[in-house]
């Protein structure tokens, strides 16, 4: 049998816990107030040899956009929380290069010249 004491002290740590945590999930983080994240602007420009078609996606994390094209073109996104792409030659032949613009300043740059080789980007944005 267990001591009535036990079950006392178990349940009072079990509705502690679980208040505790409740509120941590209701209350914001003290220092992430609104407006904490700003919105960026990134281009994906999609560059390499003049004509290559290609097929992809790109978007924030938690939306994308499926995408037909031609080198050369890019892609505006406005995010606070960051850009994916992906994007696939459609063809053997030629180079398939994608640089992450933010703000103005290149981020990141891929390239593939495999035959209907794959890019992946992505950047992500802290405060």
Known sequence: ????????????????????????????????????????????VIDGTAGLPFEGSYGTPAKTTAVRGAVPTQFTVKTAVGVVGTFTKSAADGELVVRVMVDGQEVQRRAT???????????????
């Open 113 to 127: 010249s495999a035959p209907f080789g794959t890019v992946t980007v992505s950047q992500l944005f802290s405060r």
């Open 1 to 44: 049998m267990i001591p009535r004491r036990l079950i006392g002290a178990t349940a009072l740590v079990a509705a502690s816990a679980a208040a505790t945590s409740g509120c941590l999930f209701l209350a914001p983080r003290p220092d992430v107030g609104p407006g904490t994240f700003r919105e960026r602007t990134v281009i994906l």
